[in-house]
């Protein structure tokens, strides 16, 4: 470690290991078993820690993506109440769209994929999957073609549990939980990469169908929960006025790839980011620190050229900022006086700080101050890039108009 901190990881179980769900209560799988086992290594921590000269009432939760949709959803749950002091939340919250599964009968179609013969009920389901290898329950296509022109991602992942049980994590939807949970107090971190949309890069590249599809349908990309309170005119004007958003007054097409792909990072990413800013910023007044991660190096965007290829593509995208914490396997030793090893120092200071004392201001940024974010002004955002600022998001005014054409949306705030 490059800072005087203990960082502990975790493992969880995922797909139907971690998050298969009956709605039977005899049978207690209510599902979010994955959540569960981070609750447990929360709870050992908090209790051992102090063995590795750590403080147990000093402790960050921090996550990226799927782990930060993880650790805002825990976060909301009563299970964890003060076993952390702060969050930090990197491109991604339990709001997500992508972070929230639908009830449906997954736990059968898996049943029905690996040979089951039966009927949909919970018990014969849960008895036909144990007895199967482990690795048949991670071996899978469950999607159905609605589901994935509604975009989902997986075909298991947190869900609002059917029932209440002794350690239930989310009794109801996160958003419903936004209000009051007990981390509201807790200061937090939010923020994502300039680029998030990014990452879909070389999926829309091998299947433009998904442009065209889009564009022929445009409501496919809006969100599920609006979906049931309009009728089909109105969620297709909907759709065509976020074409417009993006496109203007050029004509959609497969041939704008870059358009589409900025649609996804709002989607998928920074418009739920934004929602649950703007939770939080009338719900609690513990600070909230808005960040946007804008450094574009020629080559040390590890998961940009994941992504992207050998392609001459440049941009920030999702989960690039991974490459300036921790050392990979597809890192390098960089030069100490480089643009990208100040990055690194930056950001370790920024979120090394941040850990000790609630307050990102650190060495690396000064004379720089970051102000946690106020009522009136909820887009003033932190820009790492080659230099440092704070800015109106440059995506704010396509956030606003997303607000306002989901007016009415479930409620938030």
């Keep these: 470690m490059s800072a005087q901190v203990l960082l502990v990881t975790l493992n969880y179980r995922l797909c139907s290991l971690g998050f298969l769900s009956l709605a039977d209560p005899a049978l207690d799988v209510p599902g979010n078993a994955g959540l569960k086992d981070q609750i447990i290594a929360l709870k050992w921590v908090n209790r051992y820690i102090s063995h590795f000269n750590g403080d147990p009432n000093n402790i960050t939760l921090f996550g ?52 089951y013969a039966g009927e949909n009920i919970d018990a014969e389901v849960l008895s036909f999957l144990r007895k199967l290898e482990p690795e048949k329950l991670v071996k899978h ?40 949970s007990w981390s509201n107090r807790l200061p937090i971190i939010i923020g994502g990469n300039s680029f998030e949309g990014l990452y879909m890069y070389n999926r829309l590249k091998m299947f433009p169908q998904i442009m ?58 920074w418009h739920d980011i934004h929602r649950t800013v703007l939770a939080r910023l009338a719900y609690t007044k513990a600070p909230t620190y808005l960040y946007r991660f804008d450094f574009d190096s020629p080559d040390f965007n590890l998961y940009r050229a994941r992504y992207c290829g050998n392609d001459p593509v440049r941009g920030v995208s999702h989960a690039d900022d991974l490459s300036y914490m921790f050392f990979s396997n597809d890192s390098w030793k960089v030069d100490l006086d480089s643009a990208e090893y100040k990055t690194i120092k930056r950001l370790i ?50 956030l606003n108009a997303l607000d306002e054409l989901f007016k009415y949306r479930e409620q938030l705030y």
């Design 141 to 180: 296509s469950l999607l159905n073609e609605g589901e994935r022109r509604k975009l989902y991602l997986f075909s298991f992942g947190p869900i609002t549990e059917p029932y209440i049980s002794e350690h239930c994590v989310l009794p109801k939807r996160p958003f419903e939980l936004l209000k009051d």
């Design 212 to 269: 065209r599809s889009i564009i022929n349908d445009p409501e496919r990309i809006l969100p599920e929960d609006i979906k049931d309170t309009h009728t089909p005119e109105e969620l297709r004007e909907m759709g065509q006025k976020i074409l417009k958003l993006f496109f203007g007054e050029k004509e959609p097409s497969d041939r704008s790839l870059f358009k589409f792909l900025d649609i996804y990072g709002f989607k998928l990413f």
């Design 349 to 398: 200071g920024i979120l090394t700080t941040f850990a000790s004392n609630s307050n990102p201001d650190c060495d690396e940024i000064e004379p720089f101050v970051w102000r946690p974010l106020e009522k009136n002004d909820p887009n003033l955002a932190l820009n790492i890039s080659y230099d440092l600022r704070m800015m109106e998001l440059p995506e704010a005014v396509k």
């Design 64 to 115: 990226e993506s799927a782990g930060a949709s993880s650790a805002h959803a825990i976060a909301l749950s009563e299970q964890t109440h003060g076993l952390f002091q702060r969050i930090v939340l990197m491109s991604g919250t339990a709001i997500s769209y992508w972070a929230n599964m639908p009830q449906t009968d997954m736990a059968y179609r898996l049943a029905k994929f690996h040979g």
